[in-house]
């Protein structure tokens, strides 16, 4: 059984730093990419960061994202993580992590989300 366990965020004022970070337990062959994802009330969840890790690790990040949040790989502990700074209320919302992976049953390649993670920040 595959798992995606998120962990950090919280409140912070603007201006500040946070990190969240997301790791993928149990049985896994392989993860092509994990992401951040983010969702405000009556929203589409939308992409913020992303790493593409069958790809050399490269990363892409949301406009609004840019230059201010860093997403980090690390493929031994399957655990990705998203650095937050200079934050702006705007970035408000509830973070999703999640993975396209192979796992060792089923032997296909299948995606799965974490439970979100509270990220507010406050003006």
């Known amino acids: 059984q595959v798992q995606l366990v998120e962990s950090g965020g919280g409140l912070v004022q603007a201006g500040g730093s946070l990190g969240v970070s997301c790791v993928a337990s149990g049985n896994i062959w392989s993860i092509n990419d994990m992401a951040w994802y983010r969702q405000t009330p009556g929203a589409e969840r939308d992409l913020v960061a992303e790493?593409?890790?069958?790809?050399?690790?490269?990363?892409n990040y949301a406009d609004s994202v840019e230059g201010r949040f860093t997403i980090s790989m690390d493929n031994a502990k399957n655990t990705v993580y998203l650095q937050m700074n200079d934050l702006k209320p705007e970035d408000t919302g509830v973070y999703y992590c999640?993975?396209?992976?192979?796992?060792?049953?089923?032997?296909?390649?299948?995606?799965?989300w974490g439970q979100g993670i509270q990220v507010t920040v406050s003006s």
């Open positions: 999640h993975a396209r992976l192979t796992p060792r049953t089923g032997w296909t390649l299948r995606q799965y």
């Open positions: 790493v593409q890790i069958s790809r050399g690790g490269g990363t």
